[in-house]
């Protein structure tokens, strides 16, 4: 299975690395994430072979949540609006968060406030123009994802720590350390994350001067890899 899973993952790297993309912003942030996802595929194949599978579902669940944003990206340029508006959203949380806990320096309160300063009308822009904060079950149904809500709160119960997770990772009665997941778990999570990592490639057309047909016949010849190894 990891023999299988490392192929794909090389395979799936060397299409993105090939990929002459294009300059303007939506097709660097597109490739950016599909790099994202191909990274995270690799840090789950690393915790599964490390005695870590049990956490592995957290990287796949960002992933998943990237490519979200990857397919929105490849079907309207525009929407880098929307990332755009929820980045600057999220920044001045934090700068003003930070900025308000007490014994802060007055330096680095001054940094966070010029930093503030900068995000702000950024996001008052974005609000003007009618964008707001989308939830992920938003953001997977404008993506034709909304199909992997259900996988999304599977991989959320082991992100979020749910007493379901933590019993299954450490035990109810004997604590267990670095115990390794079920065999059909384990799989899954990483037959989840290589699908994802398929889906992502599958946009670099949209950004890139790769090729549908080119594309899915390597995406096609990897995922029949992976259905072999798992018979």
């Known amino acids: ?81 929307q990332m755009r508006f929820d980045d600057a959203r999220s920044n001045l949380k934090i700068f003003e968060g930070y900025a308000a806990v007490p014994g802060m320096e007055q330096k680095a309160i001054d940094t966070l406030k010029d930093w503030s300063a900068k995000a702000q009308p950024v996001a008052d822009a974005g609000r003007a123009n009618g964008y707001k904060k989308l939830q992920i079950a938003d953001k997977l149904k404008m993506a034709d994802l909304e199909q992997e809500y259900v996988s999304y709160g599977f991989l959320c119960g082991f992100t979020h720590n749910q007493l379901t997770a933590i019993i299954a990772r450490h035990g109810k009665h004997q ?17 989840l994350g290589l699908s994802i990592a398929g889906k992502a490639i599958q946009e670099l057309p949209a950004f890139s001067d790769l090729t549908d047909p080119e594309v899915n016949a390597s995406v096609d010849e990897i995922e029949a890899g992976w259905e072999k190894a798992r018979a």
């Open 1 to 81: 299975m990891l023999e299988a899973a490392v192929k794909a993952r090389d395979m799936f790297g060397h299409l993105v690395m090939k990929a002459n993309v294009r300059t303007d912003e939506a097709s660097l942030i597109g490739a950016g994430l599909c790099l994202t996802i191909q990274e995270l595929f690799a840090s789950a194949i690393l915790l599964t072979d490390n005695g870590l599978g049990s956490h592995a579902p957290s990287h796949v669940r960002t992933m998943l949540e990237a490519l979200a944003d990857l397919r929105n990206l490849a079907n309207d340029p525009a929407y880098i609006e």
């Open 175 to 191: 604590l267990k350390y670095l115990h390794e997941p079920p065999y059909e778990t384990a799989v899954g999570v990483l037959g």
